[in-house]
């Protein structure tokens, strides 16, 4: 219990410094009078930055990489752990080498490649691209088709069902829990993604709320009254989301982690 209060004092913090009237960094700034909080924080920033535009971006984003983690991540999961095929091992291994890999070590040639080549600077599509497929989610849908008796996918084959209908009618509905438990996952990265945006567009009407957020500094050429305040009512926009899909998916999300561990 210590341990979990500890954990969720950034978010208390958060939460009142967005609604604190004056910026107050003492303890006892923690603990607020009421006549001491306001919603003006929002007002400003929003004006500021465009609150609603900015989640729009983000939004997009998400989705578009969301979108592709879970159908090439299924494609992917799923030839790993029912088909048998030369190279799958050095397949599975190479999954777990790009884990090992940070991303920033990526970043240049991903820069080059992504702007340089391909044209895609100032557009959704070079910013959801490095993100398309996510090592991690491969894994998870990995473990779950391991669990599925192959009995199940050789008696669809003998009723002459293709793959790709093994894979959507029998093998997708036994692994729905893995399949939320990917959509968080996944989600987490993209809606919070910084510096790969940041890099990618300089178009302020296509920056995702986390940049638009660190590019904030005035409004309509004055400085804002509270302007960490402010920053922190965008970065509480910026959580409700995750906040709000964890504990829709909470039951299912633990249900994942401990699936992912019983041996196959």
């Known amino acids: ?55 729009l971006n983000s939004l997009v984003i998400t989705a578009g990489v969301v979108g592709c983690t879970l159908v090439l991540g299924l494609l992917v999961g799923y030839a790993l752990a029912v088909l048998s095929f030369r190279g799958r091992g050095l397949v599975f291994a190479l999954v777990l080498l790009v884990q090992a890999i940070p991303f920033q070590l990526l970043m240049v040639p991903l820069y080059v490649m992504v702007v340089r080549y391909f044209g895609l600077a100032d557009t959704y599509i070079g910013m959801m691209l490095p993100f398309a497929i996510n090592s991690v989610a491969v894994l998870i849908f990995r473990q779950y088709f391991l669990q599925i008796p192959r009995e199940i996918f050789d008696a669809a084959r003998v009723d002459g069902a293709s793959e790709l209908r093994i894979l959507v009618s029998i093998a997708v509905p036994l692994v729905r829990p893995a399949v939320l438990t990917a959509m968080l996952v996944t989600f987490i990265g993209p809606w919070n993604e910084f510096l790969w945006p940041f890099l990618v567009t300089k178009e302020a009407e296509l920056q995702p709320l986390a940049v638009s957020l660190a590019n904030f500094s005035q409004s309509n050429g004055t400085f804002v009254d509270n302007p960490m305040g402010a920053v922190l009512a965008g970065a509480c926009v910026l959580a409700v989301p995750v906040v709000v899909l964890f504990l829709l998916f909470q039951r299912h999300f633990t249900s994942a982690n401990l699936g992912s561990a019983i041996k196959g």
């Open 1 to 55: 219990m210590l341990g979990a209060l500890t954990a969720l004092v950034p978010f208390f913090y958060m939460i009142v410094g967005a609604l604190q009237r004056e910026r107050d960094t003492s303890l006892q700034g923690m603990l607020p009078l009421p006549g001491k909080l306001t919603l003006d924080n929002f007002a400003e920033v929003n004006e500021s930055i465009s609150l609603g535009r900015s989640l």
